[in-house]
């Protein structure tokens, strides 16, 4: 892996909310307490490229009072750039989570309606302004998941970017539980979002529902390749298609591969077995941000894939939605020959 750095700043935009989770092997509300951390999915993505030694700006709203800065405090310490970082009226958004255990899968149950994010996001940003010196920005689909006002930002968040010569990353993060509670129309913005991104972590079910077409063949590489035709096909920006391979035996235990398909190939990381999950939250986004990265650095697509999927690895190691290893500790993770204690 070579290592040229191009100077220009990744810009993370999304919505940064507030994680609280019951303690282990309890469900919600039988524990006494709750450990509040921090995430989000940008802002996951933002911690972890800071942790690989990019210079990553982070921008959303949050609320004007002390949870809301000590967010704000929490990825900066990480080394994220938090100058984008406004502070209006409005509530924390928060997410529960309640781990999974065994056969029984993690839980999620969301409470951000009418956080400050939610109410003040469509055009709280100077995007022309804030995509000065900037190389890639990367959005979600979570963030117009979470309403009218979500929606509209992220579009001209997109929008600014094209116009500036601005290389967009998606991840497609289908939320359904946010797009149910109002009347959104996720394909048709989600559509739009994809048309203007150059990499898209997304998979055969995010294009099924974005185009409005299934891939049904019974083979899972077969489906994958002909949804990135497709993809390819109705967006002419997109260059490439991440996407990760779960195969669970487990909570705890599980196995992850990773494939980058390209208009002229596809590109393989051969799977990894993850076993003793500790938490698998943001494990995406780990996975983004490595692939992200190594786009960023000018490495080969093997090279990008391999080094995110590594990193989506070491993430199940540790507890919370961020990804807290820097690029040698994931280099190292990619050639380890064992798991005796470094001294």
Known sequence: MTSNITGGRILCFGEMLLRLTPNDGEMLMQSAGLTARPGGAEANVAVSLAQFGAPVSMATILPDNALGRAARDEIRKHGVDTAPVRFLPGRMGLYFLTPGAVRRPSEVLYDRAGSAFVQHVDGAFDWPALLEGVEWLHVSGVTPATGPSGSAAALSAMKAARAAGVKVSYDGNFRAKLWDQWDGEPAEVLGAMLYASNLAFADDRDFAMVLGRSFDHADPQARRRAAAAAAFEAFPS???ICCTLRVNDSVQDQTLSAVMLTRDGEHHAPAIALSGVVDRVGGGDAFASGVLHGLWRGWS????????????GLKHSVA???NLFDEAQVRAAMVAEGFDIRR
């Open 238 to 240: 997109l260059q490439r």
């Open 301 to 312: 697509n093997d090279d990008a894939l391999a080094f995110g999927l590594a990193a989506a």
């Open 320 to 322: 919370g939605d961020f």
